[in-house]
């Protein structure tokens, strides 16, 4: 159905800044929620921030608010993951989810297509 596509990882030093973008097809992009989760290395997928249909309602891990700020662009089809002061811990594989629902969420189970992944990785 939905297909996303990420960009904008790579290699950053400790305490510097990326940003993430999550492309999206389809005429009704407007309509869903999206999330940012991220994979690392010898752990689980975890939750980082989520965004509803709207762009009015968000939502971050504890683990990167006050540096990570998810936005979207309705008329470019497109999410974007802000990262500011990274630290080596944010190295990780990072994922868009789409939620056909709307809402913003955290949980895996209200996403249902996801992206393939960009490489996050920060230095020390």
């Known amino acids: 159905q939905v297909q996303v596509v990420e960009s904008g990882g790579g290699l950053v030093q400790a305490g510097g800044s990326l940003r993430l973008s999550c492309a999206a097809s389809g005429r009704t992009f407007s309509r869903y929620g999206m999330g940012w989760f991220r994979q690392a290395p010898g752990k689980e997928r975890e939750f980082v921030a989520a965004?509803?249909?709207?762009?009015?309602?968000?939502m971050a891990a504890d683990s990167v608010k006050g540096r990570f700020t998810i936005s979207r662009d309705n008329a470019k089809n497109t999410v974007y993951l802000q990262m500011n002061s990274l630290k080596p811990e944010d190295t990780a594989v990072y994922y868009c989810?789409?939620?056909?629902?709307?809402?913003?969420?955290?949980?895996?189970?209200?996403?249902?297509?996801w992206g393939q992944g960009t490489q996050v990785t920060v230095s020390s």
């Open positions: 989810a789409v939620n056909l629902r709307g809402s913003s969420s955290d949980s895996l189970g209200d996403y249902q297509s």
């Open positions: 965004i509803n249909w709207s762009g009015g309602t968000t």
